[in-house]
C-alpha cells in the first residue's frame, strides 16, 4: 500500500509505503497528483518517507513505478528520500540522472528537515 498525502497549502505531496508497492498503489497516487498539478502547474516537492524500502510486488508494479517517474518528474521542483534505508543514498545518487528535480536525502526521523529544505 502507497499513502498519498498532499498538502496542498505548500505545495508537497509525501509517499509512505507500507509493504511491497502495487501497480495500483501508483494509479491511486495519480488520481491524487494528476488534478492538483492541472490546477496549480506543479509540485514544490516530493518526500518518500519510510523507514525501509519494502520494494515492489511484481515487475508490473516497477515498470508502473517507472512510468509515474517519467510523466511527473518535470512537474516535481524537489524530491526528498526521507529513510534509514540505502535506498535514500541510492536514490540520490542515480534519480539525479533521471528526473529534473533536485534530489537529497535525509534521516528518517528528519522528515521536517526535508519539509524545510524543500520550502527555501
Do not use: C
Amino acid at each position: 500500500m502507497l499513502n498519498t498525502i498532499l498538502d496542498a497549502g505548500t505545495k508537497i505531496v509525501t509517499l509512505q509505503p507500507h509493504g511491497a508497492l502495487k501497480k495500483e498503489d501508483f494509479d491511486n497516487a495519480v488520481k491524487v497528483i494528476d488534478p492538483f498539478i492541472e490546477e496549480y502547474g506543479e509540485l514544490n516537492g516530493v518526500i518518500i518517507y519510510t523507514e525501509t524500502f519494502p520494494g515492489w510486488e511484481d515487475f508490473a508494479a516497477f515498470n508502473r513505478h517507472l512510468k509515474f517517474i517519467k510523466n511527473h518528474h518535470k512537474e516535481v521542483k524537489k524530491l526528498a528520500f526521507v529513510t534509514d534505508s540505502m535506498v535514500g543514498e541510492f536514490g540520490e545518487l542515480v534519480s539525479s540522472h533521471f528526473v529534473q528535480a533536485v534530489v537529497r536525502s535525509f534521516p528518517f526521523n528528519e522528515i521536517n528537515k526535508a519539509k524545510e529544505w524543500i520550502l527555501e
